[in-house]
């Protein structure tokens, strides 16, 4: 690349600001810095051997199903009680002995599995009192490593189920069940495929956590310097240049690791003071910022793993999945490009000045080959035939040898490691959670409590399917206050997609809807968290950017409304035509929604006429020619008046007198 001066997001150790905001948002980020060189390599060791363990079983295959997931949770859990001190002022420095007994009672649960396997599968639902005495810790433990890992949401929540397993033949109504003994509890949690070591458990263990490793392969070869440098060189001279760039990078990085809050801090604390400097408000650029990397986790082709989740629990192709989520993801980061746009001219805002840009040809000359693993992945995932884990295998290693290309990206032995470690410490915060969702959800088996949920929402709903779409909404949204993407889709899916296949929508389509309003609670207040993160970077008040979040990602609130009405929007039989036909629309109300929202073509846009506009964009919801006439009518003569109006305001300036930074 030239040698001038260009703002980077580079990827070294944080700053001490940024893992303060990233340790106050994100109970994951507070692991332990070790004083002993002895311990600290006892851990880098348990984690490096974890990452070998699971590209090892992805190659040759894995044991049986209860032992594998056993092992993958005993060894997340010991990694917990290693990394993270069990309060936020505990020493971090030094490994008290409770944490070494912790460790030591994870590989015991493990242990005991490998050894009495087949007693247990012998026994069959008839526990000893070994099998509860190893069941129960086993509950105790995934508790309180989830604290310690996402804060008290998921373990309140578990122990809610808990509860309410032993004590729901108590309650009235719908949700009274016959009630579980403390004993059955355990045994179904501990020695089953549907507890604990269930679907969420089972999926990171495999696609999860090998495609967060493949993520931290690609960081350590420096792609993250490579999506940013991309989006200076072409977006970063543009109208609120900056602020594109951070859709742009942020979204393609969230889905790739499918972190939000870490997102956020890491490229917002880059992307955030240039969107100040050339003036947007503070609470604007945390919020584009926050939506941003969001919205990484909807995007294809790897969403945050959520792809690879979905698809086990429909039990359909990843392709199936990955090809109607392109266009809605699309769609959504569109809005927030249409209002960044807007904003920037209502303003009179421009972009980074041309000579402090990178050139396009520049950054893919120097990073451009660290596109090849992922076309290689598309190309295994897609045309192979071969099995997820073993792409997602054969694509780490193509990842190392595509670096070796170019010196700036080359990795050495260290960085091997490094990348092996950083893996599973990404993996551990997903893994518990998906842990102990599994409790949630196996109380929520046994009892029936999701089919219940369900028959409540619809009956609420009555016979309206949008009353159902919204209360299936609101209860997505509380669901996922303050919970990882993770464990909140697979929350949603067990306890509020079963209302929407029950009133006859297509599943995929369900569990797309809940998947959206599940994450995007990230955004919502009164518990934001990614917009919090943003807001802490950009001195901007919490609520107000968490409230600014929503406006901004608006059509991702619409767009699950619209594939529901509208199926042709995730392209599911579509023929061609169809398909141009729904992406013209689509494209067209999401342009309506962002100009209603921002309140701005031209000229400021008085209050009917952008209810006018949202009124419009609706009316492309569901495919009707007589309302998609109706809706393009109003674009045009709207667009005709604002056009009009800022003329006459004299709004239209040349690029002449551009203010650039």
């Known amino acids: ?361 520049d950054v893919l000359k120097e990073r451009g080959h660290l596109l090849i693993p992922l076309a290689f992945l598309l190309y295994m995932l897609f045309f192979s035939g071969r099995t997820i884990i073993f792409s997602a295998f054969l694509t780490i290693l193509v990842t190392v040898l595509i670096a070796m290309i170019r010196k700036t990206t080359r990795m050495s032995f260290r960085d091997i490691l490094d990348a092996l470690e950083n893996g599973a410490r990404m993996a551990v915060g997903v893994a518990v959670a998906c842990a102990s969702v599994g409790l949630v959800v196996g109380v929520a088996t046994m009892t029936g409590f999701g089919l219940k949920l369900a028959n409540g929402i619809v009956a609420l709903g009555g016979d309206s399917l949008f009353l159902t779409l919204f209360f299936t909404m609101i209860a997505c949204i509380v669901l996922g206050m303050g919970l990882p993407s993770i464990p909140t889709y697979i929350i949603t899916a067990t306890m509020a997609a079963p209302a929407l296949v029950a009133y006859g929508i297509e599943p995929l389509v369900a569990h797309l809807f809940v998947f959206y309003f599940g994450l995007f609670a990230n955004i919502t207040p009164p518990v934001a968290l990614a917009a919090f993160a943003a807001a802490g970077i950009s001195g901007g008040d919490q609520m107000k950017t968490g409230f600014v979040s929503m406006r901004l990602a608006i059509a991702g609130f619409i767009i699950p409304y619209m594939f529901v009405y509208n199926n042709s929007l995730l392209l599911i ?7 141009v036909l729904v992406v013209i629309t689509a494209v067209a109300g999401v342009i309506m929604l962002g100009t209603a929202a921002e309140g701005y073509l031209f000229a400021h846009i008085n209050p009917v006429i952008r209810i006018v506009l949202f009124g419009g964009a609706l009316l492309f919801m569901n495919p009707n020619l007589i309302q998609d006439v109706i809706g393009f009518s109003i674009i045009a003569i709207i667009w005709f008046l604002q056009w009009k109006k800022g003329k006459k305001q004299g709004n239209f300036e040349s690029e002449s007198e551009a203010k650039t930074v």
């Open 1 to 361: 690349m030239a040698d001038k001066k260009q703002p980077t997001i580079d990827e070294p150790e944080m700053s001490g600001e940024q893992k303060e905001v990233l340790e106050k948002y994100s109970a994951e980020s507070r692991y332990r810095t070790f004083s002993s060189k002895a311990v600290a390599m006892l851990v880098s060791g348990l984690a490096i051997f974890l990452s070998l363990y699971h590209m090892y079983t992805s190659y040759f295959g894995t044991p049986v199903t209860l032992q594998h997931r056993s092992l993958h949770v005993a060894i997340i859990l010991a990694l917990v009680f290693l990394l993270y001190p069990p309060f936020k002022k505990a020493s971090r420095t030094k490994l008290p002995w409770y944490d070494i007994l912790f460790t030591l009672m994870a590989f015991s649960t493990t242990i005991y599995i490998f050894v009495d396997y087949l007693g247990i599968v012998n026994r069959g639902g008839m526990p000893n009192n070994y099998d509860l005495i190893f069941g129960g810790m086993l509950v105790l433990l995934v508790l309180e490593a989830a604290r310690r890992v996402t804060g008290w949401g998921l373990p309140v929540l578990g122990i809610l189920f808990l509860l309410y397993g032993l004590f729901g033949r108590e309650m009235s109504g719908i949700f009274r069940h016959r009630g579980y003994t403390w004993d059955e509890l355990v045994n179904f949690m501990y020695v089953t495929t549907e507890g604990v070591y269930g679907t969420a458990i089972g999926v990171s263990a495999t696609y999860i956590f090998l495609f967060i490793l493949f993520g931290a392969f690609l960081s350590k070869s420096g792609m993250g310097q490579f999506f940013n440098d991309m989006a200076m060189a072409i977006a970063g001279g543009t109208k609120g240049g900056p602020a594109k760039v951070a859709v742009i990078a942020s979204g393609f990085l969230g889905s790739i690791n499918g972190a939000a809050v870490a997102n956020v801090v890491t490229t917002g604390s880059f992307t955030i003071p240039l969107m100040k400097k050339i003036g947007y408000s503070r609470n604007f650029a945390g919020a584009v910022e926050s939506t941003a990397s969001v919205g990484g986790q909807i995007l294809p082709p790897i969403m945050g793993a959520a792809a690879f989740i979905m698809a086990e629990m429909l039990g359909i192709p990843y392709s199936q999945i990955v090809l109607a989520a392109l266009l809605p993801a699309l769609l959504y980061y569109l809005g927030i490009i249409v209002q960044i746009h807007l904003r920037a001219t209502k303003l009179g805002l421009k972009g980074i000045s041309r000579e402090n840009l990178p050139d396009v040809m």
């Open 573 to 579: 039989d579509t023929t061609f035509m169809e398909g």
